[in-house]
């Protein structure tokens, strides 16, 4: 059985940086296209970032330059780095793997 399990999600000040985290399980993690989305309150899900296998990685517009998608395959664990938050990066985030299985979300709030 596949599991997706988020965490490292709270309330930081604007400026402040987050790392999430996604610890997979039931599959071989490596193979995998991992990504973390975002749902704000009244929004639909959208994709924040990506990393391919080989550890190629694409980013959203809005998060270009702040986030940073990596992972440690030896961890089945892939990371979202979260810097220069801002308050619109408020929302809920999920990690997904591409194959229908989604994570529970860890809540991010950024305000003052």
């Known amino acids: 059985q596949v599991q997706l399990v988020e965490s490292g999600g709270g309330l930081v000040q604007p400026g402040g940086s987050l790392r999430l985290s996604c610890a997979a399980s039931g599959r071989d993690f490596k193979i995998y296209t991992m990504q973390w989305y975002c749902q704000a309150p009244g929004k639909q899900r959208e994709l924040v970032a990506g990393?391919?296998?080989?550890?190629?990685?694409d980013y959203a517009d809005f998060v270009k330059g702040r986030f940073t998608i990596s992972r440690d395959n030896a961890k089945n664990t892939v990371y979202l780095q979260m810097n220069s938050l801002k308050p619109e990066d408020t929302a809920v985030y999920y990690c997904y793997d591409r194959s229908g299985h989604w994570g529970q979300g860890t809540q991010v709030t950024v305000s003052s």
């Open positions: 990393i391919t296998s080989g550890g190629s990685t």
